[in-house]
């Protein structure tokens, strides 16, 4: 029996696609282990409830200033030394430094990866890169690494963004250097990974397991939107939601599950009660990652507004975006590079607009509010979208993930 090991620098509540890659190598008759990291916060409780219902081994680190105080401060100040040096130093750097630098866990990731002997090591996040390069150098085991995001566009334009997006790039082309096969989250940062590193990179995109069917229609009331993700915060274009939906006039819900930043989260208050009174904002704890095309359940509509804020973010197709449709909800989108797939499946019957068009995203809204059947239409699409491409099982999905796990073990 081949033997694999998967590796993540998060939580594997907030790694999805680490699990997924997890779950398809035993399906396929592999030995797995999973290595993580625990770092506290809802995040660790869910870990349990996902490794609970799985069939591979799961090998955490525990990250926590509680649990592990001796590992949390060394990790601490090793990363705050790689930083100052990185930030200082000459280019390039020495492996050493990026990976200390970009990664407060890389030492324990790789002496867990090297623990045990593999024929596999895949894995993702981008702490976590440095570390599966270096430990497939290390053991001279076959390694495939994901760019879950184009990293090195994560960064804003200022010195801490620059500094960060440099890093990763020093990272990534290691990363690149070391792999046997690359992955990518949408097919938009697969171009433009393959363009800055002039390597192959395989589109896996953050799709789920398709469901028996799509969840049932909320039936008549205000237009029920939702959106979903890590952390509710500034910068996930839900202002101007609200702006546009207090435009349109038409009665509606705004549903937003995440870890609620307070400031934030009385910031849209405030900004519903002046902009949008026809709109009641409604905030919701995390939930079990596994439940989330569940928790889709007695909404109309999904949010997926991602922000030109940065390359990266323009770039991605995103775990909300892809459960929207395994639910049967209509997609409300932004025009970018990411979506653009999704959004040319769905054409007509969704919402796509530039961020900061509040007017065609209001009459979007409205002429939703005021025609059922259109609405049903939507959903109908994004569901039909889901059922024919969009899911897990499909052989562009995690068909091509075990083509190329196979190919190199």
């Known amino acids: 029996m081949k033997r694999a090991v998967v590796v993540t620098s998060g939580n594997l509540s907030t790694c999805p696609r680490m699990v997924k890659a997890a779950d398809a190598l035993v399906e396929a008759g592999w030995q797995v282990r999973v290595i993580s990291t625990i770092t506290g916060g809802w995040a660790a409780d869910f870990d349990r409830v996902v490794h609970a219902r799985r069939r591979w081994r799961w090998d955490p680190i525990v990250l926590t200033r509680r649990e592990a105080r001796a590992r949390w401060l060394i990790g601490g100040i090793r990363s705050r030394v790689a930083r100052i040096a990185a930030r200082w130093g000459r280019r390039p750097w020495p492996d050493a430094v990026a990976a200390h630098a970009f990664s407060r866990a890389h030492a324990e990731l790789v002496a867990a990866v090297l623990r045990e002997p593999q024929e596999l090591v895949y894995g993702g996040t981008s702490g976590a890169l440095a570390a599966l390069a270096e430990a497939s150098r290390i053991s001279g085991t076959p390694c495939g690494i994901d760019f879950e995001d184009f990293h090195c566009g994560q960064g804003g334009d200022d010195p801490d963004g620059r500094l960060y997006n440099e ?243």
């Open 167 to 409: 890093l990763a790039a020093a990272v990534m082309a290691r990363a690149v250097g070391q792999a046997s096969f690359l992955t990518a989250g949408s097919a938009a940062i697969a171009a433009a990974c393959e363009t800055r590193f002039g390597a192959r990179v395989l589109p896996i995109n953050n799709v789920f397991p398709l469901p028996r069917g799509p969840q049932p229609a909320p039936a008549g009331g205000p237009l029920r939107l939702y959106w979903f993700s890590q952390t509710l915060g500034s910068g996930r274009g839900l202002e101007e939601i609200l702006t546009a939906a207090g435009r349109a006039g038409v009665p509606c819900e705004l549903h937003l599950r995440g870890r609620a930043d307070a400031a934030h989260d009385r910031s849209l208050r405030e900004r519903a009660a002046r902009d949008a009174p026809n709109v009641a904002v409604y905030v919701h704890l995390p939930a079990d990652p596994d439940r989330m095309v569940e928790r889709c359940r007695g909404f109309d509509a999904g949010l997926s507004v991602e922000q030109p804020d940065t390359t990266a973010r323009t770039l991605c197709l995103t775990n909300k975006a892809l459960t929207y449709p395994l639910a049967g909800l209509a997609l409300v989108m932004t025009r970018t590079p990411g979506h653009e797939p999704l959004a040319a499946d769905l054409r007509s019957d969704a919402i796509v607009y530039d961020p900061g068009d509040v007017r065609t995203l209001a009459d979007g809204l409205a002429a939703w509010a005021g025609d059922r059947r259109l609405l049903q239409r939507a959903r109908d699409a994004a569901w039909e979208a889901a059922r024919t491409r969009w899911h897990w099982e499909h052989p562009l999905e995690r068909g091509r993930f075990l083509e190329a796990a196979s190919a190199v073990a």
